[in-house]
């Protein structure tokens, strides 16, 4: 059989819908949840309303600062429009409006960058295109969408596809000589939760950030090819339930491992969904139309995947350690992977009377803003040329000299001087070209 | 579909080796060092019982003192018992130096530095609490009011009058002077008289509540002594010698800018510190288990050479650079302010060695900071 010939059989192959549909209603549940859950902790407004200075994704500054009620709305309609894709209900419109609101807020302020808030926008975006409406929803119960069972077998596979993508990038970046050969950081991070029952003995031994760094990788390597076949994804699935209750055990990453759990059941096939689910509810449906997919999204969904293989890759386009300069680190599902600290004192000098300011950060940048500029260049050069802004405007100095004596500790080590102290920061252009004011990891 | 499989798992094995190839590192030795099993029950039990106990105690005594000094001042006002009540402050503020390192549990609830040493005093506040006799040093909010502490009593001690004889006429006839005294050391009192009974009851835990975890005992005193030192380096010294502000120097911004003792509570503040660093007893000062031990236990490097003997040294530059510092510290930032800035940027040089190398070294977890999110 010719390459040809073997995706032109898989384009005309067709899978059931329900594992399409247990995604859309779980994922919706997860996305309310999410968001009455930020709501109730109060994150809105320590996360957009604190803070006076926003950093920006590199292209993306022209994004416009929410006023109070903008954010709540924006919030509002995650709310709603979560349930409402859960629910079925609007769908299409709900899935296009919580993917835009999700994105609007995740592009406020990229210090709260996280991937798994980047794998929800992936994902929301995908579902923009699925139809993942056409079966046990309001849309057919209420509104006359004629249901559908079987849908082309790409619709599905491009989410299996994604999630695959995401678990081997995890495995790949993890290994690096810090995780694999000396057990870093999970040899830092196991000792801190000793007084976990049972659990905690084990974090205590050295031993176990090794076997720990070396089943990470194994099951983020594999995880999703064992889940691809049906005998053995019982046990594959066993195991996507240990590992992610294990790091929701072990880190503050909220939602992930929840996320994880509930996505990865795509993996099942549709038998196996309606038996134990739908089969409660209702009789299998008999479609009365044979669900054709638009063929513009073979395409399309061919090139968004590539384009998410080959985006975690381009940090080979950087010399040095990328751990170290973070340049091509983001967007790359490199997920809980090094303990980074750091300071960065910035000064401004007036080039005319030569007289020096040491900025506190603190009276610009919330303590998480900090905490995340001190490691990340791209914002230390934001904050930087804000500051070089600031006192233009409100010290009368025509051309400041800004720079900063950053200092960054990586995995257990002691802290590195992190940026060439003699540049003048404010002179400096972001882009995608190597940041040669970065000093290398030694 | 099963061709589909085979060619995405073709692809992965690429990107397997391609990946592989680009992770090459130079690094020969295990950078981490800390699991060396250390216990930490000598190191929590020197710097509860002989530092932060005794500390607490002495400090609670002379707060007493300075209450009784007060007292009698009021009853009697004289020069006698000016010099006493001044004799009695300096000593509180000088133990204050110690404690003020402390600002954990009971003490960090009660916001300990800003409760007592909101520096430099706000006079006109000040002159108007007098006035109006409106003030409430409970309320929620006073630990933003510059009007009370260490600072109210030096000013009013040491600036509020033009000499000891006007003051002495001042209380004799000013009944919300003599109040305001009053107020000001029962606020002192009631605060250090509940950190002491917190802290007694819950020392015994405190030692126990070893880990590297951003709750356990380490973590809380290695984060304590940090938010000190940077007091010290942002409102001792950096801010009255300009350093945030184009020069513009504020010498009249020094803690205790009346009684002119800024530059002994500084050395004293300085030595505090080193003394919690290297596990020097408070009233014994028998050099016991401390963090220099440590250190020194999990042979932490900095660069080529070890991270305790850089911190060490360090301790001794800043030491050096106050000692440089002749006559007072407002005169010195009026007239030598170099020598200010030059002692501002040895404090600034130790804060990244104890609060980014010491932790990260140690493992320690430390939280500056309440996380508003998750983290991935």
């Known amino acids: 059989m010719s390459f040809q010939q073997a995706i032109s059989n898989y384009l005309n192959v067709t899978k059931g819908i329900y594992p399409l549909v247990t995604f859309r209603i779980l994922f919706g549940l997860l996305m309310a949840f999410g968001g009455i859950r930020a709501w109730s902790n109060g994150w809105i407004e320590k996360l957009y309303l604190e803070p006076d200075f926003f950093f920006k994704f590199y292209g993306f500054h022209w994004i416009p600062d929410p006023t109070e009620t903008q954010i709540y709305v924006v919030f509002s309609l995650i709310i709603i429009s979560a349930l409402c894709i859960a629910f079925g209900l609007f769908y299409r419109i709900a899935i296009f409006i919580f993917f835009c609101c999700f994105t609007y807020k995740e592009l406020i302020d990229a210090t709260n960058y996280l991937n798994h808030y980047y794998l929800v926008i992936v994902l929301a975006f995908l579902l923009i295109f699925l139809p993942a409406h056409r079966n046990f929803s309001l849309d057919v119960r209420w509104r006359g969408i004629a249901p559908i069972t079987k849908i082309p077998a790409y619709y599905i596979d491009v989410i299996i596809a994604q999630l695959t993508i995401v678990y081997t990038c ?24 000793a007084d976990l029952p049972l659990l905690g003995y084990f974090f205590k031994q050295d031993w176990c950030g090794y076997v720990f760094s070396w089943g990470g990788a194994i099951y983020d390597l594999t995880i999703a090819y064992f889940l691809m076949f049906r005998k053995t994804r019982p046990f594959a699935y066993a195991m996507v339930i240990v590992f992610h209750f294990l790091t929701y055990l072990l880190f503050n990453i909220g939602l992930f491992p929840l996320i994880m759990v509930f996505n990865t059941l795509i993996f099942f096939p549709s038998e196996t969904h309606y038996k134990f689910f739908y089969s409660r509810f209702q009789k299998e449906i008999v479609s009365t139309q044979n669900y054709v997919g638009s063929k513009i999204l073979i395409p399309f969904f061919a090139i968004f995947l590539l384009v998410q293989i080959i985006l975690p890759f381009r940090h080979h386009l950087y010399s040095g350690n990328l751990y170290w300069t973070e340049e091509g680190y983001r967007f790359g599902w490199r997920v809980m992977l090094v303990e980074k600290s750091g300071t960065a004192t910035f000064s401004i000098t007036d080039p005319k009377t030569g007289n020096q300011a040491e900025i506190i950060n603190s009276k610009y940048l919330t303590p998480y803003q900090e905490k995340q500029m001190a490691i990340q260049p791209d914002f230390i050069l934001q904050f930087a040329h804000f500051l070089a802004e600031e006192y233009r405007l409100y010290h009368g100095i025509d051309d400041p000299i800004v720079t900063v004596n950053a200092h960054v500790a990586l995995n257990s080590r002691a802290s590195q001087q992190f940026i060439d102290p003699t540049i003048d920061l404010s002179k400096e252009k972001d882009s995608f070209v190597q940041k040669k004011w970065i000093l290398p990891f030694r | 579909m099963k061709d589909l499989k085979k060619i995405i798992l073709l692809g992965f094995i690429g990107g397997f080796l391609f990946t592989i190839n680009a992770c090459k590192d130079d690094d020969s030795n295990d950078p981490l060092t800390c699991t060396k099993g250390y216990d930490q029950q000598d190191l929590l039990t020197n710097i509860v019982d002989n530092i932060i106990t005794p500390s607490y105690n002495q400090f609670g005594n002379d707060v007493t003192t300075l209450e009784n000094a007060i007292n009698e001042l009021v009853a009697q006002p004289s020069a006698a018992t000016i010099e006493a009540t001044k004799s009695a402050f300096v000593s509180a503020y000088t133990t204050f130096q110690h404690t003020s390192n402390f600002e954990i549990g009971t003490a960090d609830e009660l916001e300990f530095r800003a409760n007592f040493n909101n520096f430099p005093p706000n006079t006109d506040d000040i002159q108007s609490n007098i006035e109006t006799g409106v003030y409430d040093f409970a309320a929620a909010g006073s630990s933003l009011d510059y009007d009370k502490g260490f600072p109210a009593l030096d000013y009013l001690l040491y600036g509020h009058q033009n000499s000891e004889n006007d003051l002495v006429t001042a ?44 709750g356990s005992s380490l973590s809380v005193i290695i984060n304590a002594l940090n938010e000190n030192y940077e007091y010290s380096k942002r409102y001792r010294l950096g801010d009255p010698a300009g350093v945030n502000a184009l020069g513009i120097t504020y010498p009249e911004g020094v803690e205790a800018y009346y009684s002119d003792l800024s530059i002994d509570l500084l050395k004293a503040s300085l030595e505090a510190s080193a003394d919690i660093y290297k596990g020097i007893g408070f009233e014994n000062g028998q050099n016991k288990e401390g963090l220099d031990d440590l250190l020194g236990f999990v042979d932490a490097q900095k660069g080529d050479v070890s991270l305790n003997e850089v911190i060490l040294t360090q301790f001794e530059t800043a030491a050096q650079q106050l000692n440089n510092i002749n006559a007072s510290l407002a005169q010195a930032i009026e007239n030598d302010n170099n020598a200010v800035r030059e002692a501002y940027t040895d404090y600034a040089q130790q804060v990244l060695y104890l609060k980014t190398d010491m932790p990260s070294t140690l493992c320690i977890s430390i939280t500056y900071i309440d996380n508003p999110s998750d983290s991935d």
């Open chain 1, 170 to 193: 995890a495995g790949l970046a993890k290994l690096n000589t810090d995780w694999m050969v000396y057990g870093l950081p999970l040899r830092i991070w196991l000792p801190e939760h």
């Open chain 2, 171 to 214: 209380l004799q006839t000013d009944e919300n002077l003599q109040n305001y005294f009053l107020a000001i050391i029962a606020d002192m009192k009631n605060r250090i008289t509940t950190i002491q009974a917190d802290w007694n009851t819950d020392r015994a835990s405190f030692i126990d509540n070893r880990g590297t975890d951003a």
